[in-house]
């Protein structure tokens, strides 16, 4: 069972995540907050398995809420994806920095939030192609220059191939057909390059192809 914690302001809001996902076999809200001290408290508490959420919220942001979950150490597991009313809402690329393994405009089909739900827990980020491209394109434009990331020095050719093309918004299976492998083997090197560079998840991975330099502006296609 998928245990969700539900973190936003607006009642109504909640009343509706709450209706759709209760109705999942496979899904259950765990608990309800209304602002990101109440989020933190909880998921300490409840430990869910992600929490979507909310970027504005009273007394502690939605930013802050998740830098304190994703910052702790004993919450590693907790996956959070944040809920933004835009698809490009400037707060969402400091979100990704903060640690959220990926964002939900709230208005999102309802079979789409579901498919996040279980995509994120299954340990995929939530970068879905036509918002996460457009995502990378903002967040590559407003990147600083490249610093060194630690342990790049330590990943293979492939390795490193893979990343840049992970940093573009690909897929495991369009890196596998790019490079002509298996999609198994795309996510294999996709894992061990995670795990070289102690990246939380796939949204890290994208953020430190771009703040090494490894991907630059204008290298989406």
């Known amino acids: 069972m998928i245990r969700v914690l539900l ?40 430990r869910p398995d992600t929490v979507l959420m909310d970027i504005r919220m009273p007394r502690l942001d939605g930013l802050a809420a998740t830098r304190a979950i994703t910052g702790d150490p004993t919450l590693n597991e907790v996956k959070v994806v944040m809920l933004t009313t835009f698809e490009l809402d ?53 990147s600083k220059e490249p610093v060194a990331a630690t342990g790049l020095s330590e990943l293979t050719e ?8 992970v940093g573009i918004g ?5 890196i596998a057909r790019r490079l ?3 999609p198994l083997t795309a ?7 995670m795990v070289k560079l102690g990246a939380r998840d796939r949204a890290q991975l994208v953020v430190l192809a771009y703040e090494s330099g490894l991907v630059r502006p204008g290298w989406l296609g």
Request: hydrophobic share 45%.
């Open 7 to 46: 973190a936003d302001d607006q009642l109504l809001v909640r009343a509706g995540f709450r209706a759709l996902l209760d109705a999942q076999p496979d899904i259950e809200v765990a608990g309800e907050a209304a602002d990101g001290e109440e989020a933190v408290r909880l998921v300490r508490e409840l």
């Open 158 to 165: 492939r390795e490193r191939e893979v990343m840049a093309l």
């Open 90 to 142: 400037e707060y969402v690329f400091e979100a990704i920095r903060s640690g959220a393994s990926g964002f939900l405009v709230k208005d999102t089909e309802p079979e789409e939030l579901l498919r996040a739900v279980r995509a994120v827990v299954a340990g995929d980020a939530l970068l879905s192609p036509g918002v996460t491209r457009r995502l990378i394109a903002e967040f590559a434009a407003r």
């Open 187 to 193: 996510k294999t090197h996709v894992s061990r390059t």
């Open 170 to 174: 690909l897929s495991n299976e369009e």
């Open 180 to 182: 002509v492998v298996s």
